[in-house]
């Protein structure tokens, strides 16, 4: 061998058998690939790595990310709206991803949660396998148990890869859910300001 010349050594990853990264391996021969070629070689522990991450929220406690964040009103009854939450999700049924925006306002009785936490709501349920009617409901419900507001409302608006880039095939559809509780499904006023606030398309600092 001439000196200078590099030298690539293709390590064999030594696998748990029982790991997510052999599946993995076994999946790329399914699918008819070469496991063994240089750019798949650590594709399993990526795509482990990767899955794990995606489904993370399994693993996270709410009462952990809201500990600590809660603050009673004191004079302020607003709602309260944080708008454009970015997400990105797996749907349940394909294993492919959905992602999109989610929209979560409440109507504040007793206690205020500090606004990041309400994001950290939102990835905890998002990564996990997920339909998006299920995973617009979580975060309502869970806004409702940490806050006994007077009401909780969420949009959700996804666009789902299974529908993208397979079966129909169309890539400028979305799917729009909600779940309006309390005070948010009694009062059709309550409800318009809720639209009508996401709806607002100017935002006030850009
Ligand atoms: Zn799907």
Redesign the pocket.
Known sequence: MKKNQAVVKVMQPNRDQESIAALMEKLLLKVGEDPAREGLVRTPERAEKAFRFLTSGYETDVASIVNGALFSREGSDGMVVVKDIEFFSM?E??L?PFFGKMHVAYLPKDKLIGLSKIPRIVDTFARRLQIQERLTQQVAETIEQVLQPRGVGVICEAR?F?MMMRGVEKQQSGTVTSAMLGAFRARKETRDEFLSLVAAKNHPFY
Do not use: F, S
Request: glycine content about 0%.
């Open positions: 749907c049924h394909h492919l789902h299974c």
